[in-house]
């Protein structure tokens, strides 16, 4: 992995906000697991040091002028991606949950799969953390909504851990979901007839924090994503007609 | 129901004070109060109208024509909160697009003045 070529073709990404505690030690992993390979943190406009402990782990810093939230935030890094000229992407989170190990497993998919995403499952050897009982059956609702979209199973359909190459990079830099993306993500690339890869990587408890999903926001969650997923659908049968 | 159409007019009417009070602060923009105005003139003189209320009622199969005006009350403003969110989310499209434009670009500036810091400086003369 620690190659001039991976250095200049490979960005790793990482959305923050407010994750001062732990962001840092994510970068510090980043840098000892794929030397070289630049990483930038998207600071989501956070109140704490998230932006200034990155730096001083290493990592550059994209300040978003005000807060975007998660999709906003992956797509400014995706665009920034683009921009740069990078092959390959992979965004990890900042609470520390996904392990830098897994990044070269992701990578080697890219690579050597001609899929344009590959994403890391937490489910394929049965290695994810205890997850509550609502978030299970959730991530079990969303399998099978999207197996006949996208014709294929999705194990983690939630995965935050994804690395896109650059044909990918290039649709999600005009169109990205900008609430919860990682699922209508999916449905945006099926619908261009690009396809993904899901590689097995560990799942740790987050260093710090709490996670923001309440069992209100999981409901509302749920029906924000299945709107999502059925507009992505009818945009798709409207390009096909035009065309 | 002449109280019902009597509250209309009197609402209609607080409705168009307000939004020209707004206008004048610069609290709401000229071309967004334009819905609301429209909106509140249309009640304001159906609830004076009471024949062409009745006309109203009997196209639409109301008995009662102070009720036919409730329901144009009510998609009017449901027209009016439609036009509003595409608005809002054309604004929202734009803002998300224009903060991570000024986000990339002090990005860019940055990576700049960094490679001009660390270049050695010429020979002075």
Known sequence: MNNPSAERSLLIIIPAFNEEASVGKVVTEIREVIPGVPVIVIDDCSIDATASVAEAAGARVLRLPHHLGLGGGVQAGYKLAYELGYEYVIRLDGDGQHDPRDIPRIYEALLTSSCQMVIGSRFIQGNAVPTSFFRGLGVQFFRLILRPILGQWVRDPTSGFVGVNRQALQVFSTSFPLEYPEIEALVVLQRRAFRFLEVPCRMRRRMAGRSSITAVKSVYYILHVLLGVFVNILKFERWRWRR | ?125
């Open chain 2, 1 to 125: 129901m002449d109280r019902l159409l009597n509250l209309m007019t009197l609402l209609s009417a607080v409705l168009i004070v307000l939004v020209l009070r707004s206008v004048r602060r610069a609290h709401i923009r000229v071309e967004y109060s334009v819905s609301w105005l429209g909106a509140a003139a249309a009640v304001l003189l159906l609830s004076r109208s009471y024949k062409a209320l009745e006309k109203i009622a009997e196209l639409a199969g109301i008995a009662d024509p102070p009720l036919a005006l409730v329901l144009i009350v009510g998609c009017l403003f449901l027209i009016v909160f439609y036009r509003f969110s595409i608005i809002i989310s054309d604004l929202k499209d734009a803002n998300i697009s224009l903060a991570q434009r000024v986000a990339i670009l002090e990005y860019h500036l940055r990576a700049f003045h960094e490679n001009k810091q660390a270049q050695p400086s010429g020979p002075s003369r």
